[in-house]
């Protein structure tokens, strides 16, 4: 009897909840931050399951996410290492964007298989909200490009930052992303 296999199945690993920016608007604020890091117990109780799923479906995306993910870099490293194994496996990050010139050595390895998502609010609205990290952030971006990087801008838009909507949307254009930019209205 022939064993049909599934489609896709999706991780998401919060890797730790500390970040460096810590910004204002912050969904993850809701936990209290104490600087967890997942355990190495935890580590490998997911890779065993996934190795396992590996098997029986057709692809696996694993995204990491935290506060900060790269905080955390040996865990995903780790974890990408032992599962880029398997051909129908992709990986995700959601990153503020400070670190991805300290860790290209990493990204360009599984350049193909990476997505990154950098949160980039356009100024005058992420510096505002995000400690006045937009310069970091800008050059972190331009890394991620210069690399080639499989990368997306995802922006928080809050509502009181509306009166800034146009003039924050032509400060991201300039990063010239503006087939991956997504824009999340928050109502918080």
Same mark, same amino acid.
């Given at each position: 009897?022939?064993?049909?296999?599934?489609?896709?199945?999706?991780?998401?690993?919060?890797?730790?909840?500390?970040?460096?920016?810590? #910004?204002?608007? #912050? &969904?993850?604020?809701?936990?209290?931050?104490?600087?967890?890091?997942?355990?190495?117990?935890?580590?490998?109780?997911?890779?065993?399951?996934?190795?396992?799923?590996?098997?029986?479906?057709?692809?696996?995306? /694993?995204?990491?996410? =935290?506060?900060?993910?790269?905080?955390?870099?040996?865990?995903?490293?780790?974890?990408? @290492?032992?599962? &880029?194994?398997?051909?129908?496996?992709?990986?995700?990050?959601?990153?503020? =964007?400070?670190?991805?010139?300290?860790?290209?050595?990493?990204?360009?390895?599984?350049?193909?298989?990476?997505? /990154?998502? /950098?949160?980039? @609010?356009?100024?005058?609205?992420?510096?505002?909200?995000?400690?006045? &990290?937009?310069?970091?952030?800008?050059?972190?971006?331009?890394?991620?490009?210069?690399?080639?990087?499989?990368?997306?801008?995802? &922006?928080?838009?809050?509502?009181?930052?509306?009166?800034?909507?146009?003039?924050?949307?032509?400060?991201?254009?300039?990063?010239?992303?503006?087939?991956?930019?997504?824009?999340?209205?928050?109502?918080?």
């Amino acid at each position: 009897m022939e064993r049909r296999v599934k489609d896709t199945l999706h991780f998401e690993i919060n890797v730790t909840d500390s970040c460096n920016l810590k #910004c204002k608007y #912050c &969904s993850e604020l809701i936990r209290n931050r104490e600087n967890l890091y997942i355990s190495a117990e935890a580590v490998e109780a997911y890779l065993k399951y996934m190795t396992q799923k590996a098997v029986e479906y057709n692809k696996l995306d /694993i995204n990491y996410f =935290g506060g900060e993910p790269m905080l955390n870099m040996p865990v995903i490293e780790y974890v990408t @290492d032992v599962m &880029s194994k398997f051909d129908n496996v992709d990986f995700n990050i959601i990153t503020n =964007g400070t670190l991805i010139e300290s860790n290209t050595a990493f990204f360009d390895k599984y350049r193909d298989r990476f997505n /990154i998502q /950098i949160s980039y @609010d356009g100024n005058p609205n992420h510096d505002a909200k995000r400690n006045n &990290s937009s310069e970091i952030v800008k050059r972190n971006i331009i890394c991620a490009k210069e690399h080639k990087y499989n990368i997306n801008v995802h &922006s928080v838009i809050c509502p009181e930052d509306f009166k800034h909507f146009y003039e924050a949307y032509l400060d991201i254009s300039t990063l010239d992303v503006n087939d991956s930019v997504g824009f999340v209205v928050e109502f918080a």
